[in-house]
Every structure is written in structure tokens, then in C-alpha cells.
């Protein structure tokens, strides 16, 4: 499955995954060995309540899924769920973060970041908190993590608040970059329309830094280019000229169309991004998230949009 049929766009229909009494969202993904790892938040009853738990599944088709290889939901920890997966691989390891899920949590705390590590995607270190320094005892949610220039870099929405952090060692404290680590998400009446943003992807394309985003409401994705070059600190908390991401409303995300995104960039495999994405028709089942799918669609351009 390489070359031009990485993905066999042909025999694929959107959505591409579905789970009778799951809402799937969140999803992140990546490609080894032309086994495709797909990782999200399924939101499904667990004994008296809906609750969030991080799932992770693999195929080689996109028809034809496997049992689940990752299931994290934070129970031993005392937390009530976990969610929000994000992916991203430097050397020869992969780092999938995530955070805990629901504002009540049995052991007391608010919402934390966390992250685990694989060589192959497939076996999973225990999960480690993640700059815990700054946000134990405030909700955060959210955390995509880079490492540049020997510096991991997180960016994550803290009570309601994008920051941006960096630290030496992931297992070590971070520091927030500037004064507050206050990101900045800008264009001209941009925030007119948009309350926030969530849902974030650091992504290097063609030698420049991006920064994938959800805005809401509407629930609409863009990607923002970085001011700088990443080589300065505070370059990581500025970002602007966003691209708006406009994929087709098919007949299961009328609702909302393309949340929670994450892009990944196989032109050297057969030319196009591929962008995994969630689509609801509802808002109400599933403890409030409605009836989420995941969907493909691809791009040459980042512009132009096209669904199987």
C-alpha cells in the first residue's frame, strides 16, 4: 500500500469508522509499515455513566479494523476518564498526549496532561504526567507536544487560556515562554466571531511551523502559520494567516463538519495531506458530544478539499 495506493481512495466511503453506542472524536493518526494507527476519544456508557477513554485501533484498509491496542481511561488513577489523544514522532519513538477527562474526578484533582511512548505503535509505556509544574490544581486540556532544537515545546488551553511552555526534558518542569505563555491566535476580527480555540497540532510543512486549531462556535477548523521560525522562544506564541479547512457536509456530520482534526502530511508516499476528523449530526447523546464519526479527506494544497 504505498505509492499512489497509500490509501485506496476508491473503495472508501465517509464516515470511515463507527462504533454502534460510541461517539469517536479527537483522532489522531499515523502510518508504519503501510499498517494505518488510528488513536481518539470514544465516549461510551462504562457501567452507570458516559464517560471518555483514549482507544487506540490499527488497519490496513480503512474497511477493516482491528481489536483495540490501547485502552486508557484512568480509573486506577482515581481519574473519572481520559481523552483528547495527540500524536507525534521524533527519532525512533512515538508520543501520544492526552489528558483526563470530566471536572469531577474521584481523587480529587482538575483536569491534567499526560503522555505515553511506543516504538512501534503498538506497545505502550504507563502514562506520565506532563509539565504537571504548571498545572496541577488548574484544568488543562488539550497538549500537543514538538521537540525543536533540542527543546520540547507543549502548547495546551489552561482555564480556558492557550499557553505555550518549553522545557530541557519532557519529565522535567516547563516554563512558560514570555511572561504568562498567553498564545496569540490572530487576523483582523478574527476573535469577533470565534470565543476560543481547542484542539491543537503543532506541524512542520515545507520548512515552516503550523498550528492546527478548532474555533468556536462555529466549530470550524483553520491552520495558522507561525510568525517566526520556531528558533526563538517566543515564537511559539504567535500565530496568524489562518487557512480556514472547508471539507464536505455528507449525510453524518451535519452538525458539525470537520472537529477535532489532525493532519498529516504523505506527499512523499503519494502526494496529498490526509486530514482524520470527526462529524456529528446532534449534540445531545453521549453525555452531551452527539453522535460522533471519524472521516477522511485529502488535499494536494491544503486548500482544496476532496472526500472518498
Known amino acids: 500500500m504505498m505509492g499512489n495506493n497509500l490509501v485506496n481512495w476508491k473503495n472508501l466511503q465517509n464516515p470511515v469508522y ?7 472524536k479527537d483522532p489522531c493518526m499515523a502510518e508504519r509499515d503501510s499498517e ?11 457501567l452507570v455513566k458516559t464517560k471518555s477513554h483514549v482507544i487506540g485501533i490499527s488497519t490496513k484498509d480503512w474497511k477493516t479494523f482491528n481489536d483495540p491496542l490501547l485502552y486508557l481511561d484512568g480509573k486506577e488513577q482515581g481519574w473519572g476518564g481520559m481523552c483528547s489523544p495527540n500524536l507525534t514522532e521524533f527519532g525512533d519513538q512515538y508520543y501520544l498526549s492526552f489528558n483526563s477527562w470530566g471536572d469531577m474526578h474521584p481523587n480529587g484533582q482538575k483536569n491534567q496532561l499526560f503522555y505515553i511512548t511506543s516504538k512501534d505503535l503498538k506497545n505502550w509505556s504507563d502514562p506520565k504526567p506532563c509539565a504537571k509544574n504548571l498545572t496541577q490544581n488548574k484544568r488543562a486540556i488539550d497538549l500537543a507536544l514538538y521537540k525543536h532544537n533540542d527543546k520540547w515545546i507543549g502548547i495546551w488551553k489552561e482555564q480556558g487560556v492557550i499557553k505555550a511552555a518549553w522545557a530541557d526534558d519532557i519529565d522535567g518542569d516547563f ?3 514570555g511572561d504568562d505563555g498567553n498564545v496569540t491566535l490572530y ?6 466571531k470565534k470565543k476560543g ?7 512542520l510543512i515545507d520548512g515552516e511551523f503550523y498550528l492546527l486549531a478548532v474555533g468556536y462556535p462555529p466549530t470550524d477548523p483553520f491552520i495558522f502559520k507561525m510568525k517566526g521560525t520556531g528558533d526563538k522562544l517566543e515564537d511559539w506564541t504567535y500565530w496568524k494567516d489562518p487557512n480556514k479547512i472547508c471539507v464536505k457536509t455528507e449525510d453524518f456530520n451535519k452538525d458539525q463538519y470537520a472537529q477535532s482534526p489532525f493532519l498529516s502530511d504523505w506527499r512523499e508516499k503519494n502526494g496529498n495531506f490526509y486530514l482524520l476528523y470527526a462529524g ?6 453521549h453525555a452531551g458530544r452527539g453522535n460522533y464519526k471519524l472521516a477522511l479527506a485529502k488535499s494536494k494544497d491544503l486548500k482544496s478539499w476532496f472526500v472518498p
Not at 494505518?36 to 462504562?46: H, L, P, T
Not at 480555540?197 to 506541524?203: G, K, L, P
Open 18 to 24: 463507527k462504533r454502534w453506542r460510541w461517539s469517536i
Open 36 to 46: 494505518f494507527y488510528i488513536f481518539f476519544s470514544a465516549f461510551y456508557r462504562d
Open 175 to 177: 516554563h512558560y515562554i
Open 187 to 192: 487576523q483582523e476580527n478574527l476573535f469577533q
Open 197 to 203: 480555540f481547542e484542539n491543537f497540532q503543532i506541524i
Open 280 to 285: 456529528r449530526n446532534e449534540g445531545f447523546t
